[in-house]
Structures are given as structure tokens and as C-alpha cells.
């Protein structure tokens, strides 16, 4: 019953800034870790950001360390990621998951939205 759906994505020149959206339906999301990760074709899904359910905890991905910010508003059911200085290689889908527990791997993840496309220029 829990369904996940971002949004916010786009096409952007390098150094640009994106906000994705994920917003939550099915069950509070307050007692869960939130994540994104991303996958271009050809590629396997991988770990960008992942947020605690009350919001305190927060981990990145390497790539994306002072660029990326996650964030959370359990009032209102939704995950965030603020992209800035944006890249060319951080073009990907990129996927809004769900976890009871914690982790980087997708594998800990239960539900997953279905994608927003982000397209960096050069």
C-alpha cells in the first residue's frame, strides 16, 4: 500500500541546481529511513543520500558530498534532495526508497518510486 513518487526533475546546464521531490502515501513515514539513489542505462543502481526518520542523521555518497543536501518533512510526508553545482555525470534516474532499518545498499530498501529523469548539460 505504500507508494513513492518523485518529481522536480529536469534538464539543467552544469552548475545548476535541481530540487527533487518524493512524496509519500500508504503510511506516516516518520519511523523510517528515506533514501536516493540513481542508475543510468547500462548501470547498477547506486547509493546518493539517506536520511533517519526523525531526520538527524543524514549520509552521502562520496560524489555528491557538499553538493547534495536530503532533507525531510514528516508532517507532510515528504523527502527532498537539493542538488547544486550539478554535473554531467550526475545525470541519471534518480529513485526515492523506503527502509525500516538503515543502510547504503538498495537491498534494505522496500519500495521505491518510480524514477525522475535528471539530464546535466555541459
Known amino acids: 500500500q505504500v507508494r513513492l513518487e518523485e518529481s522536480g526533475g529536469g534538464l539543467v546546464q552544469a552548475g545548476g541546481s535541481l530540487r527533487l521531490t518524493c512524496a509519500a502515501s500508504?503510511?506516516?513515514?516518520?519511523?523510517?529511513?528515506m533514501g536516493w539513489f540513481r542508475q543510468a542505462p547500462g548501470k547498477e543502481r547506486v547509493f546518493v543520500a539517506t536520511?533517519?526518520?526523525?531526520?538527524?542523521?543524514?549520509e552521502y555518497a562520496d560524489s555528491v558530498k557538499g553538493r547534495f543536501t536530503i532533507s525531510r518533512d514528516n508532517a507532510k510526508n515528504t523527502v527532498y534532495l537539493q542538488m547544486n553545482n550539478l554535473k554531467p555525470e550526475d545525470t541519471d534516474n534518480y529513485y526515492c526508497?523506503?527502509?525500516?532499518?538503515?543502510?547504503?545498499?538498495?537491498?534494505?530498501?522496500?519500495?521505491w518510486g518510480p524514477g525522475t529523469q535528471v539530464t546535466v548539460s555541459s
Open positions: 536520511i533517519s526518520g526523525s531526520g538527524r542523521d543524514t
Open positions: 500508504g503510511r506516516p513515514i516518520a519511523a523510517y529511513a
Open positions: 526508497a523506503q527502509t525500516a532499518g538503515w543502510g547504503v545498499n538498495p537491498i534494505f530498501y522496500e519500495f
